[in-house]
């Protein structure tokens, strides 16, 4: 089946969170991200301070996102299974006991291990605030599903704006137990409250008509795919965020990265918050085409910054492409798997992200070193490249099967 083209009109944030019971999930998730947002930094400030040493709390933070990403998936599918009001109430317990022996530890072991542990049981709010919205807006009111995930993007992005920024004047001013023990009660309390609210939790795997095998709805084409372009915006993430501090310190202006990266989240934000506003009559595939081509071509110029003014603009040009892309990519989630197991999918995705930019955060820091910032930066593009190729190839095979990505989940005609 060919792609089919989507109606362009004008949707609303507005309607969205008056649909009964959507207001309270996305805003008690929201302020549980900002926690999340926070956490993995404010490890490194408090071991820092406690210990003198950065490798100590480097490891416990690369302990925590570590168990985050490899565990994180296996809690949502208990969560898929069992229900987001069964599984959370456990898991946001073990989370803050393991957090609470972090704030009273004594020695670098036990703040690694605890560390750690945290990562392992912390729920991915985002992706369970996600997977109520495609319950929620299921049948006649499918097409609004983009426009929801967009409020999501705009919800991350702004948790991962403010986060650091709390954590890091708190962690300037010697306060930073109260920071850590703040972003855990910001997970808490918004983890606490999603799960108390039953009327929007999504059916589990039995409601759905049987528990699926994960690993045969996991390993279709079409979600591996996807995963593979989660990586590869990953890829673009730690690189930016590494080469964009090194080409400011080896200009002399250190602080500029900071206002840098601050200024393409905002513009970035704001991107996002306009794309879900409307529909573009292309259909979905091709936008995500044209969202990794220009994201590819304007990251091209990034080595080629003469001075920072430069870096900065063209980094907030390019920052414009994310939002739409990481919309695009959530959508075709949905449709590429089972509904019993669409929790893990997305949080496969943000793990396949979170690995992506681990590793392009090496690979930078190590070509800035070795070479120099104009080499950090030139991975850019690459990573544009591989988010292109492989969105062309996701295009091809959403117009042989046209199952992927086509119109609004659920749209008559199509599903």
Known sequence: MKDIPVQSTAYGYRPLLRTPGAAAFFLTAAAGRVGLAMTGLGLVWLLHARTGSYTTAGLATAGFALADALIGPQLARLIDRFGQTRVLPYALLVHGAAIGVVLASSTPTVAIVAASCAGASVPQLGALSSARWVHLLRGDRADELPTA????????????????????????????????????????????????????????????????HSGKTLLRPGFLLLASLNLAIGLYFGTMQ????????????????????????????????LYGLRRPRIPPSRQLVIATAYLTVTALLLPLAPSVIWLGA????????????????????????????????????????????????????????????????ALAPTAGIVLLTLSVGFRRSAN????????PPQCPGVR
């Not at 080409?247 to 905002?266: D, K, M, S």
């Not at 990519?329 to 949905?334: A, D, G, M, S, Y």
């Not at 042989?400 to 119109?407: I, M, P, Q, V, Y």
């Open 149 to 212: 995930l967009s409020l999501e993007s705009v919800a991350n992005a702004t948790a991962f704006l403010i986060g650091p920024v709390l954590i890091t004047t708190l962690g300037a001013l010697g306060a930073t137990a109260l920071a850590t023990a703040m972003a855990a009660a910001l997970v808490l309390g918004g983890g606490a409250a999603l799960a108390v609210q039953r009327r929007t939790a999504p059916p589990t795997a039995h409601e759905h008509g049987g528990l699926p």
């Open 242 to 273: 590494v080469s964009i501090s090194a080409y400011a310190t080896g200009h002399g202006i250190p602080g500029a990265a900071a206002a840098i990266i601050a200024a393409a989240g905002l513009g970035g934000l704001l991107c996002g918050w």
């Open 314 to 377: 063209d980094a907030v040009v390019t920052e414009a492409a994310v939002p739409p892309l990481l919309v695009l990519l959530n959508v075709p989630t949905e449709r590429a798997v089972h509904p019993g197991v669409l929790t893990q999918a997305f949080t496969w995705n943000n793990s396949a992200s979170a690995a992506g930019s681990a590793l392009a955060g090496f690979l930078a820091g190590r070509a800035a070193d070795t070479l120099n910032p104009a080499a950090a930066l």
């Open 400 to 407: 042989s099967s046209g199952r992927l990505s086509e119109g």
